[in-house]
């Protein structure tokens, strides 16, 4: 078995921006240069959204400006609307991930719109991208198996919204376990359902190991056959709607399942757990990833 899986590292994002503890500019730049050292290809490195309301990626332009282009890495930037794409145009991203909330409750809470309107949004975005130029654009669908608040979100639904955006011709469709409530066989099911929908899709998958079933998610993710999984070195980040819970499935522990099992994914394990342990005792915590703790094996 020699089937390489990429793992999208989204620590410097979606981990950091879930932390109590906000890093200064330098330090997330070192973050990005260590996990890319440690074999990281694609990286969200950055987050084009309001520094007032997410002050933990505050400074998005610094850092990108801070990491020379490598042809051989691409950054990828959060975009939650027009203004953020613009921003990640300018700041030179080579990817762009747009986010479409899956519940109207979570669209508007989290992004002041309704799913229709983050629909028609990304649609701009593309229409716009065409026009003038940009970097690719994979579409993010967010609460995709549950939502805070509008508590279950159907397969319907996460189906139609990715319906929307293979229309768009977007370089790929991710489904997201924001709050980290799927289960494994469901997960299956609605690969399979997106398949389904939108065939010429290529699909990545994003969990959170808030009830412990992050990596049962992503084996059912890599036997329904996809090749492209996020996660974030030493399990960083929580779960805003979920106090004390843990954050995105740890790269380091996604690694060493992967690995031990003959696939490759071009980490270098011990060099991820390094990283791991040294960002989480930045932010003054205990790692949450298993491989922090345990170390792998064989040693
Ligand atoms: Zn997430």
Not at 135 to 164: H, K, L, M, N
């Amino acid at each position: 078995m020699s089937r390489f899986i990429q793992i999208v590292e989204v620590g410097p994002r979606d981990g950091l921006q879930n932390e109590a503890l906000a890093l200064p500019v330098e330090d997330r730049v070192a973050l990005v240069r260590q996990l890319e050292a440690a074999g990281a290809r694609r990286i969200e490195a950055v987050s084009f959204v309001n520094p007032k309301r997410v002050p933990q990626m505050a400074g998005a332009e610094e850092i990108m400006a801070a990491l020379p282009p490598d042809p051989a890495r691409s950054r990828i930037g959060l975009v939650l609307n027009m203004r953020g794409w613009d921003r990640c145009v300018a700041a030179g991203c080579d990817e762009a991930n747009v986010v479409v909330c899956a519940s109207d409750g979570f669209a508007v809470r989290n992004q002041g719109s309704t799913v229709a309107e983050q629909v028609a949004a990304l649609a701009a975005i593309v229409e716009r991208q065409a026009v003038e130029g940009g970097p690719p654009i994979s579409a993010t669908i967010s609460v995709a198996f549950g939502c805070p608040f509008d508590g279950e979100v159907s397969q319907d639904q996460v189906v139609a919204i990715a319906r929307e955006a293979a229309a768009l011709q977007v370089a790929e469709i991710v489904l997201a376990d924001t709050i980290g409530v799927a289960d494994p066989w469901t997960v299956r099911r609605r690969i399979e359902a997106v398949r389904a929908a939108a065939p010429d899709a290529r699909l990545r998958m994003h969990f959170h190991d808030t009830r412990n079933t992050g990596l049962a998610n992503a084996y059912a993710s890599v036997e329904a056959g996809i090749d492209v999984l996020d996660a974030a070195v030493g399990g960083l980040g929580g779960c805003p709607f979920a106090p004390n819970a843990t954050g995105n499935i740890g790269t380091e522990d996604l690694v060493y399942m992967l690995e031990r099992a003959g696939f490759e994914t071009g980490y270098d394990l011990s060099a991820l757990i390094a990283v791991g342990r040294q960002v989480s005792e930045r932010l003054g915590k205990a790692p949450a990833s298993s491989l922090a703790r345990a170390g792998g094996f064989p040693a």
